[in-house]
């Protein structure tokens, strides 16, 4: 028997809050699977319902139930007003509990989906440009703009050495890329996904890396120092000398080549952290600042 579920770590108690469900919403399986990935979005559905949401004078939070067609599971959402899921809870067997307690559900529009934009080798001058047009925005130069590759396939290409601090990479798939050497400090990729890609001696401080994927690819010697790399899974991945100092590793996956857990080849993790809110707490304060 298999049951997805989200597990704490080290929890004291159970805790949880009685929650009124006040209406269902199932959205096609490809729109919910994106919604799983990208809760901080803003989406019509939650925009339309949100004067409903809230907490109650009883202290009972009103809340939207999200499922997909085909999905067992479901995603408890109270917006507090805005236009995406401020609060949220994955719950198992949503549908079941549906079903049985005979609530009905409301299937919504289509939500708009990224289109995934390809760029390989060949395009290679169009990156080139991009980074460069990127540096000058930095420098908050004339003709500069900031490198966007969120949502962006990229096959073949070389970083080596680029200057790409604040650059989003989320949601992005990158294959057989370099980033060796560069920098890669303030930038952003939630949720994606490196396969063979080289970061061997990359700097990636202060960065947002969670939820990430990494599959075959050189780490060594890399600095993802103060960066969050909670969530993350690493399938044989060389971390060889890689710097995780003052990092959020909590929910980090280390995997082999045939999927199976490897405890002994655990980056090395002195000094980060795995907990979000002690982290989050010490970043507040100041502690962990070089």
């Not at 996904?193 to 001696?201: A, K, L, Q, S």
Request: hydrophobic share 35%; aromatic share 12%.
């Amino acid at each position: 028997m298999f049951i997805n579920a989200k597990l704490n770590r080290k929890d004291s108690e159970v805790e949880f809050k009685r929650c009124s469900v006040d209406e269902i919403i199932e959205l096609e399986e490809e729109e919910f699977r994106y919604f799983c990935k990208h809760l901080l979005d803003d989406y019509s559905f939650i925009a339309d319902k949100k004067d409903m949401m809230g907490v109650d004078e009883d202290g009972i939070p009103h809340c939207l139930l999200v499922l997909g067609k085909s999905s067992d599971d479901g995603v408890l959402v109270e917006s507090e007003g805005s236009d995406y899921a401020r609060y949220s809870c994955f719950i198992p067997n949503a549908r079941d509990i549906v079903e049985n307690q005979c609530i009905a559900y409301f299937s919504t529009a289509p939500i708009d989906l990224p289109e995934e934009v390809f760029l390989d080798e060949s395009d290679n001058t169009d990156i080139e440009v991009m980074c460069a047009k990127h540096v000058l925005w930095l420098y908050d130069e004339a003709d500069g703009e900031q490198m966007k590759l969120d949502g962006y396939r990229i096959d073949n290409n070389d970083f080596v050495g680029k200057n790409l601090c604040s650059i989003d990479f989320g949601n992005g798939k990158f294959n057989n890329c370099s980033f060796e050497d560069a920098s890669l400090c303030f930038s952003s990729a939630r949720c994606a996904v490196f396969n063979n890609c080289n970061f061997t001696g990359a700097t990636i401080e202060e960065s947002e890396f969670y939820n990430c994927r990494f599959v075959n690819c050189k780490l060594s010697s890399a600095l993802f120092t103060h960066s969050d790399l909670s969530n993350c899974e690493f399938k044989g991945c060389d971390f060889y000398n890689a710097s995780f100092r003052y990092a959020l590793l909590e929910d980090m996956l280390v995997l082999s080549q045939d999927g199976s857990v490897e405890e002994e080849r655990l980056p090395n993790s002195r000094g980060a952290y795995f907990d979000r809110e002690e982290w989050e707490n010490e970043l507040d304060e100041g502690v962990v600042q070089e």
